[in-house]
C-alpha cells in the first residue's frame, strides 16, 4: 500500500510518501509562507526523488480539518486534484488525529490542540496506548478553561501536542490543577507533519474510510470570520 499524503492545516507545511507504515520520505518546512507556493512542488519534488509517479499510488491523504480555512482548502484542492488526474480515492483525516499520531508511542492521553484565536482552542482527545491513538471525544472548538475542565477527568498522564500547546500548557499550569501531569510534547513531535498523518490515514484506510475525491470536504469546526461578522451584524 504506497500513498501521499499532504498537509497544510496551520504554518507547517508537508508531504510524505508511505509504504505501509513505513515513510519512503517527506518535506517539511515551517515558515509563513503560502501554501499554494509551497504544497505542490514540495510533492511533485518527492514523488520525482522517490522515482514514483500518481499512478504507482494506492490513495491519496490529506488533513481536512480544523485549521486554517485557506490552508485546508488549499492542501484539500492539491490532493483532490492530485487523486482525479490519477484516479485513485482520497483519505480525510482529522488534523488533531493526525497530531495525536506525532506521540504513538506514548503512554497516556494526547490533549491536540490548535490555537483558533477569539480565545478558543481546537481540540482533540486520544488515548495511546501500545502504539495505538484512539478517540477519547469528538474534536471541538473551546475555550482554554473548558479544555482544562475536560482533562481534570480524563487518563492521567496528559501530553499537549499542536501549535496551542504551549500557550495551553502555560495557562492550565497557573491553576496547579495538575501538577506534573500535564506535559508539553517535545518540539520536534509539537507540530503537524504528513509522516504522522500518514499513519492515521492507514488506519482509516484500514476501515474502508476511503473515498471519492468529489466527496472530501473540510471540517472547520466553526464558521469562518466573514459568517459569523456577517451574523452578528444581524443580530444571531
Given at each position: 500500500m504506497?500513498?501521499l499524503?499532504?498537509?497544510?492545516?496551520?504554518?507547517?507545511?508537508?508531504?510524505?510518501?508511505?509504504?505501509?507504515?513505513?515513510?519512503?520520505?517527506?518535506?517539511?518546512?515551517?515558515?509563513p509562507?503560502?501554501?499554494?507556493?509551497t504544497l505542490?512542488?514540495?510533492?511533485q519534488?518527492?514523488?520525482?526523488?522517490?522515482?514514483?509517479?500518481?499512478?504507482?499510488?494506492?490513495?491519496?491523504?490529506?488533513?481536512?480539518?480544523?485549521?486554517?480555512?485557506?490552508?485546508?482548502r488549499?492542501?484539500i484542492?492539491?490532493?483532490?486534484?492530485?487523486?482525479?488526474?490519477?484516479e485513485?480515492?482520497?483519505?480525510?483525516?482529522?488534523?488533531?488525529?493526525?497530531?495525536?499520531?506525532?506521540?504513538?508511542g506514548?503512554?497516556?492521553?494526547a490533549?491536540?490542540?490548535?490555537?483558533a484565536?477569539?480565545?478558543?482552542?481546537?481540540?482533540?482527545?486520544?488515548y495511546l496506548?501500545?502504539?495505538?491513538?484512539?478517540?477519547?471525544?469528538?474534536d471541538?472548538?473551546?475555550?482554554?478553561?473548558?479544555?482544562g475542565?475536560?482533562?481534570d477527568?480524563i487518563?492521567k498522564?496528559?501530553?499537549?501536542?499542536?501549535?496551542?500547546?504551549?500557550l495551553?500548557?502555560?495557562?492550565?499550569?497557573?491553576?496547579?490543577?495538575?501538577?506534573?501531569?500535564?506535559?508539553?510534547?517535545?518540539?520536534?513531535?509539537?507540530?503537524?507533519?504528513a509522516?504522522?498523518?500518514?499513519?492515521?490515514?492507514?488506519?482509516?484506510?484500514?476501515?474502508?474510510?476511503?473515498?471519492?475525491?468529489?466527496?472530501?470536504?473540510p471540517a472547520?469546526?466553526?464558521?469562518?470570520?466573514?459568517?459569523?461578522?456577517?451574523?452578528a451584524?444581524?443580530?444571531?
Amino acid at each position: 500500500m504506497r500513498y501521499l499524503v499532504l498537509e497544510g492545516s496551520a504554518t507547517a507545511a508537508s508531504c510524505a510518501l508511505l509504504e505501509d507504515q513505513k515513510v519512503l520520505g517527506e518535506f517539511y518546512v515551517n515558515i509563513p509562507q503560502t501554501h499554494s507556493q509551497t504544497l505542490l512542488p514540495m510533492a511533485q519534488n518527492l514523488l520525482a526523488t522517490c522515482g514514483t509517479v500518481p499512478a504507482d499510488l494506492d490513495f491519496f491523504a490529506v488533513t481536512r480539518g480544523p485549521g486554517s480555512f485557506t490552508g485546508l482548502r488549499i492542501a484539500i484542492a492539491a490532493a483532490k486534484g492530485l487523486a482525479m488526474a490519477a484516479e485513485k480515492p482520497c483519505v480525510g483525516v482529522s488534523t488533531l488525529e493526525g497530531l495525536a499520531w506525532n506521540l504513538s508511542g506514548f503512554e497516556g492521553t494526547a490533549a491536540a490542540v490548535m490555537d483558533a484565536r477569539c480565545g478558543q482552542v481546537y481540540a482533540g482527545l486520544f488515548y495511546l496506548c501500545e502504539g495505538r491513538v484512539a478517540r477519547a471525544g469528538e474534536d471541538r472548538a473551546l475555550s482554554i478553561q473548558e479544555l482544562g475542565e475536560k482533562l481534570d477527568r480524563i487518563k492521567k498522564p496528559v501530553f499537549l501536542v499542536g501549535d496551542g500547546a504551549e500557550l495551553c500548557y502555560n495557562r492550565l499550569s497557573e491553576t496547579g490543577a495538575f501538577g506534573d501531569s500535564l506535559r508539553l510534547a517535545p518540539p520536534h513531535l509539537r507540530y503537524q507533519r504528513a509522516a504522522a498523518v500518514g499513519a492515521a490515514a492507514l488506519a482509516a484506510w484500514g476501515r474502508n474510510e476511503g473515498m471519492d475525491p468529489g466527496e472530501l470536504v473540510p471540517a472547520y469546526l466553526r464558521l469562518p470570520q466573514a459568517e459569523r461578522e456577517l451574523l452578528a451584524r444581524k443580530g444571531k
